[in-house]
């Protein structure tokens, strides 16, 4: 029996609680909450105008959600070689310094490219690898689990 699975499907006895309902605690709690809203939200108002840091914020909040950060939006070359990922960075650089994205974008960008790079790297040498133990006759018949083909290549 596989853990966290301990009902056969089909078992109409062991369903449990349906998702997304609430526990009758967390609904008498929201219950007795909701009762009381208003006046618990002129309260914090009221403490956050005599200066209540605390109850500030928790208004400020409310009114102003946390800023999620927008989306990047340029073009890029090719990113197929070692090569071709290197003009990418150095492009996201330009871009960077000229202020058309903000340095922390840049280096999100960047740190992708750098994983595309290893990927790349580590087919390469891979290729390189399986040609030489082929010429050798160490290994007649292709590994399937060991050659990573990228979009593009040839087999």
């Given at each position: ?10 078992n109409?006895?062991?369903r449990?609680?349906?998702k997304g ?8 709690a ?6 009381h ?10 403490e ?13 909040e409310?009114i ?8 990047i939006?340029?073009k ?32 999100i ?15 390469g040498?891979?290729?390189r690898?399986?040609?030489l ?12 689990g060991?050659?990573?083909l ?5 087999a």
């Open positions: 029996m596989p853990r966290g699975k301990p009902f056969e499907p089909g109409s006895f062991g449990g609680r349906p309902s609430r526990n009758k605690s967390t609904a008498a929201l219950a007795l909450l909701g009762e809203a208003e006046a618990l939200m002129k309260k914090c108002i009221a956050a105008l005599k200066g209540n840091m605390i109850a500030m914020r928790l208004c400020i409310r102003l959600p946390a800023l999620q950060e927008g989306t939006k340029f890029i070359g090719p990113t197929r070689t070692s090569e071709e990922v290197g003009q990418v960075q150095d492009t996201i650089l330009k871009e960077v310094s000229k202020g058309r994205i903000v340095p922390e974008q840049g280096a960008v960047v740190n992708i490219l750098e994983g595309k790079r290893k990927v790349l790297e580590t087919t040498v891979e290729g690898l399986y040609a133990e082929s010429q050798s006759g160490k290994d007649s018949e292709p590994d399937p060991r050659m990573i990228l979009e593009g290549d040839a």
